[in-house]
């Protein structure tokens, strides 16, 4: 089965705008001095530089070994996908992005988009994180839907070859022995289901990325704009664990999409170069950039909505509800349990992290 290329190209249109709503000044607002600057004792420019340039490496070097380790681990045999442990390590990183969407996402975006440096109407007087989240999810099932439709149709799957119609270019066919239709018709309902499962492996892998390549984008930005060091320190080992165990959810996806390797590589790098290209724009931005500024505060707070709704809808969705309503699963109550106790444990441990970042 052949897939059409990955094209980078949304992802940098995203930098583009993103960096242009970031730069143009916004319209004359009547927010406050203060929510324009950065103040307290934690604020040095000085020492939050280095502070950056460690989460830089850091955290690529991190988001590559997440990524990859599931790529590069399919030759052991305890790890293969068809094995229990791939499944369980995969619910736990699972956890680990649906903490992300409701512990971390969701949460800084109904700060920003609450904070008193923004006008009261219309910023307080409607739910925009909530609106924006749902209607993200909304439009991630749609596109998950219709990608799936578009990649069924161009690969044919479903379709079933003339020769298996029991019809001929002259009217029907003679019908060959019971127990030969029923073979072969069991064999291409088979081989028709492990065609389908490929195709959404691949919208998953696709649709995933993108949403982690947003929520990257944006958390690299705010790390980057900030001087806050007692903020940086606490992000930094916070981003750590969220990008690898974050890479290792979609490296799995990843694997059993079935990429050739070209593909799996351009998707890896996206992957673990998004959060530093973010944190490296951010200090490019950082004289004209401040976090608590109403355009800021608006651009990545809804930026921040929508991102947290289609994580949440992906990791119930497409992951844990895929997988723990698939037959492997269904199968043993037992693999259920241990699959329940590394998501809790996942989602547990990232929601830990809300505390200090």
């Known amino acids: 089965m052949s897939a059409s290329p990955f094209k980078p190209t949304p992802i940098l249109l995203l930098l583009l705008l993103l960096t242009f709503s970031l730069v143009v000044p916004p319209a004359l607002s009547v927010a406050p001095e203060e929510c324009t600057e950065e103040s307290g004792d934690c604020v040095n420019k000085a ?10 490496f850091s955290i690529l070097i991190t988001s590559v070994i997440g990524v990859c380790s599931p790529l590069l681990t399919r030759s052991i045999p305890a790890l293969h996908p068809d094995r229990d442990l791939f499944s369980i390590v995969k619910c736990f990183a699972a956890g680990i992005i649906l903490a992300t969407g409701f512990m971390h996402v969701l ?8 904070s008193q440096c923004l006008e009261e ?20 099932l749609m596109v998950d839907s219709m990608s799936t ?43 028709e289901a492990a065609s389908s499962q490929l195709v959404r492996y691949r919208v998953v892998a696709m649709v995933l990325e993108l949403g982690i390549v947003v929520h990257s984008v944006v958390i690299g ?17 916070a981003l750590c664990f969220h990008q690898m165990f974050e890479g290792m959810g979609l490296g799995g996806c990843i694997l059993q999409a079935e990429y050739k390797w070209p593909k799996k590589l351009v998707l890896a790098f996206f992957f673990a ?44 969705v497409d992951l844990l509800a895929a997988d723990f309503m698939g037959p492997k699963m269904q199968r043993s109550i037992k693999l259920q349990v241990k699959a329940y106790a590394a998501v809790f444990l996942g989602a547990g441990g990232m929601s830990l992290l809300a505390k200090w970042a």
């Open 221 to 237: 930005l705010g790390m980057g704009a900030s001087s806050n060091v007692c903020t940086i320190r606490g992000l930094v080992a």
């Open 107 to 114: 949460p800084d975006s109904f700060d920003m988009l609450s």
């Open 47 to 56: 020492k939050a530089l280095p502070l950056k340039i460690i989460a830089i």
């Open 121 to 140: 109407n219309p910023w307080h007087k409607f739910p925009f994180t909530g609106f924006v989240a749902m209607l993200s999810a909304l439009v991630t």
């Open 273 to 316: 170069v998004t959060t530093p290209l973010g944190i490296a724009l951010g200090i490019a931005l950082s004289s004209s950039y401040r976090e608590n500024s109403p355009h800021a505060l608006i651009t990545v707070g809804l930026l921040n909505a929508s991102s947290a709704g289609l994580l949440i809808y992906m990791a119930l």
């Open 149 to 191: 439709s578009v990649y069924s149709q161009r690969n044919n799957v479903g379709a079933i070859p003339d020769s298996e119609s029991g019809k001929g270019r002259d009217g029907d066919r003679e019908m060959v022995t019971v127990t030969a239709a029923h073979s072969q018709s069991h064999g291409h309902h088979h081989g």
